[in-house]
């Protein structure tokens, strides 16, 4: 019983009219039980002291000011905050909205994500919401933020 009252709220969104959203959490583990390294996540200087040297590996790839950041200030409680409610939005996501649309109204089989009043899928997401304001972030604003190139094999 306990369990499915749990999994009745974790589905459980509320939407304030245009865009306040209150997200339920999508974990079981507390944000206290989350452990966050923000001191040197790459230590560049140690490892060319133990004779790994790939300063000029990372720069010619443009990633220096990637590790810039990586270095700079972390949000502690922010990422936690991430971490517990976020979901990611991808094909199979995507797919399963489809399903549940066509649940509710077997006319919609067949039709297009448009036309069943959903928006059409375009790329992988992130979602989650800070201080009720739904975000997302996606490959391009990662590699924007990382003043990098969103193209490439990986």
Same mark, same amino acid.
């Given at each position: 019983?306990?369990?499915?009252?749990?999994?009745?709220?974790?589905?459980?969104?509320? &939407?304030?009219?245009?865009?306040?959203?209150? #997200?339920?959490?999508?974990?079981?583990? =507390? #944000?206290?039980?989350?452990?966050?390294? !923000?001191?040197?996540?790459?230590?560049?200087?140690?490892?060319?002291?133990?004779?790994?040297?790939? !300063?000029?590996?990372?720069?010619?790839?443009? *990633? &220096?000011?990637?590790?810039?950041?990586?270095?700079?200030?972390?949000?502690?409680? *922010?990422? #936690?905050?991430?971490?517990?409610?976020?979901?990611?939005?991808?094909?199979?996501?995507?797919?399963?909205?489809?399903?549940?649309?066509?649940?509710? &109204?077997? =006319? *919609?089989?067949?039709?297009?994500?448009?036309?069943?009043?959903?928006?059409?899928?375009?790329?992988?997401?992130?979602?989650?919401?800070?201080?009720?304001?739904?975000?997302?972030?996606?490959?391009?604003?990662?590699?924007?933020?990382?003043?990098?190139? =969103?193209?490439?094999?990986?």
């Amino acid at each position: 019983m306990a369990e499915s009252s749990y999994n009745q709220l974790t589905a459980l969104q509320i &939407d304030f009219g245009t865009g306040y959203v209150i #997200k339920p959490k999508t974990m079981t583990l =507390s #944000k206290e039980e989350l452990k966050v390294q !923000v001191e040197s996540p790459v230590d560049f200087v140690a490892l060319r002291r133990h004779g790994v040297d790939i !300063v000029n590996y990372m720069m010619m790839q443009e *990633l &220096d000011r990637y590790f810039g950041m990586l270095n700079g200030p972390s949000y502690k409680e *922010l990422v #936690k905050d991430l971490w517990v409610r976020e979901e990611v939005y991808d094909k199979e996501a995507a797919k399963y909205e489809e399903f549940e649309k066509i649940s509710g &109204d077997p =006319s *919609l089989k067949g039709k297009t994500r448009v036309e069943m009043g959903l928006q059409e899928f375009t790329r992988t997401e992130i979602r989650f919401a800070v201080i009720g304001i739904r975000v997302t972030i996606t490959e391009d604003i990662v590699a924007r933020a990382a003043r990098c190139s =969103s193209f490439g094999k990986f």
